[in-house]
Each structure stands twice: as C-alpha cells, then as structure tokens.
C-alpha cells in the first residue's frame, strides 16, 4: 500500500515562502493523481492543489492559484508544494494525499494520506 510522509513545514513571515515536499513509497501503477490539502483548527480540511502523475495535468483552489505551485519529480516519487507569499490565513497542517482516481477534489475521494507537515504563518 502507498505510504505518504510530508516535510518542510515550519513558521514563517507573511510574505514568505515554503516549500513542502511529499515522499511516496510507490506511484507508477497505484497511483494517478496526488494533491496537497490542508486543515486549520476548527476547520474542515480542504483541497489545496492536485498533479496528475501522466501528463502533469494541476489543478488549484482559487484563493492560492496565483501563489501556490504544485510539481513532482516521477523518478523519485515525490510531490512538492511550492508556496509563496504566504498570508496568515494560509496557517494549516498540510497533508499530501494519494488516489487511483483523476481530478477528485474531496477528501473522501483520496484513500492515502500522510501524517501533515504544520505552516504558520505570522503576520
């Protein structure tokens, strides 16, 4: 079974960059699409970004879509969340997770998921 580990979060400024990075154990035939999702306190864990694993196709959620990137490296079966400009609101456990389906943006939809990585931003 696919095994997740994120890493990478940490406190930082507002206006500041992240870079988070997610480490399969397997990809090729278990997996078709990856995505970051993340959970504040009180908060239900929504969907950040997604990459399909053939044709490298991404999808974002509006409010990070002009500062956020999603990319991965196929030969090292990792995913990474490049992150900039961070605001305060962007304060969250980062999850990756991991899905034989393309393109699902639900929760439910993903079957692996890491442990989370914590980002806080300060403002």
């Known amino acids: 079974q696919v095994q997740l580990v994120e890493s990478g979060g940490q406190l930082v400024q507002a206006g500041g960059s992240v870079r988070l990075s997610c480490q399969a154990s397997?990809?090729?035939?278990?997996?078709?699409?990856m995505a970051w999702f993340r959970q504040a306190p009180e908060k239900e864990r929504e969907f950040v970004a997604l990459?399909?694993?053939?044709?490298?196709?991404?999808v974002y959620e509006d409010n990070v879509k002009d500062r956020f990137t999603v990319s991965r490296d196929g030969a090292k079966n990792m995913m990474y969340l490049q992150m900039n400009d961070l605001k305060p609101e962007d304060t969250a456990i980062y999850y990756c997770?991991?899905?034989?389906?393309?393109?699902?943006?639900?929760?439910?939809?993903?079957?692996?998921w890491g442990q989370g990585t914590q980002v806080t931003v300060s403002s």
């Open positions: 997770a991991a899905t034989r389906e393309l393109f699902p943006r639900a929760p439910a939809n993903y079957n692996y």
């Open positions: 990459i399909t694993w053939s044709g490298d196709n991404t």
């Open positions: 397997t990809v090729t035939f278990n997996v078709f699409t």
